[in-house]
């Protein structure tokens, strides 16, 4: 068994150098693999699933071309993705967590903003915009007026973070060990933080370790896993 997870990817039509790089590493290294998995922040924006653009579009056509199984979980950029994106590019769309089987180990994946309890204001916020009501009245409007939304939200979150110190915005430690014990898993595997690593846990049961996956922004790492190994890859474009 061959699998491949990325994260935040942040595809944007202002980035076509993105879409580029992640279409060739479609190519260079998910044609012989089983699995591939998306955690989260696979777009820098989603609007809904009937935003037919021509970024949407090229990515449902390079999804759909692979012979892989594809997997997709929501981040906090992108968790108005929906079954018909998914159905259009052949993806099946993961609950956060996800627990499964990496080699003979027990595995978590998430995309990782729920481990981050420090920053209070956007667990608050996460609530309410993973909420249904807040969703269903968000693509009940015409697209543009969502565009307009979204715009606001994204500024307003950007001007915050950048006020707030390093260590609130990355996950708490605390919160990684209580998942970790409560899952029974050793291996717990997300993104969100844009701070690529491998981390030894100390768990109830024993010795764990937490794989971060990098942005492809600043530092696009990607967790290659196979029976008998993990290992994060940097992926140069």
């Not at 994204?154 to 919160?175: C, F, H, L, Y």
């Not at 409560?182 to 969100?192: D, E, N, P, R, Y």
Request: charged share 25%; net charge negative; aromatic share 8%.
């Amino acid at each position: 068994m061959k699998r491949i997870f990325i994260s935040d990817l942040h595809l944007d039509a202002n980035r076509k150098d993105l879409t580029r790089a992640f279409t060739r590493f479609l190519s260079e290294h998910c044609q012989t693999i089983n699995e591939l998995y998306i955690l989260g922040d696979f777009f820098e924006l989603w609007l809904g699933d009937d935003d037919q653009s021509p970024l949407n579009n090229e990515v449902i056509e390079s999804l759909s071309s692979l012979s892989c199984d594809v997997f997709i979980m929501h981040g906090n950029r992108d968790f108005l993705i929906g079954q018909a994106f998914c159905n259009a590019a052949g993806a099946k769309l993961l609950p956060d967590p996800y627990p499964i089987i990496l080699g003979d180990q027990p595995a978590l994946l998430m995309h990782g903003d729920s481990l981050c309890t420090r920053d209070e204001e956007y667990m608050k916020a996460r609530t309410q915009l993973r909420s249904d009501a807040f969703q269903q009245d968000f693509l009940s409007k015409q697209m543009q007026e969502r565009k307009i939304i979204a715009e606001q939200i994204r500024g307003k979150s950007q001007k915050v973070s950048r006020e707030k110190a390093e260590d609130i915005m990355d996950v708490t430690p605390e919160e990684v060990t209580k998942v970790m014990n409560q899952a029974k898993t050793s291996i717990l595997v997300h993104g969100h933080t844009h701070r690529p690593a491998v981390h030894e846990v100390d768990l109830q049961f024993g010795p764990g370790t937490r794989y971060v996956l990098g942005d492809w922004h600043t530092s696009t790492q990607f967790l290659r896993a196979t029976d008998s190994d993990l290992e994060l890859v940097k992926y140069v474009f």
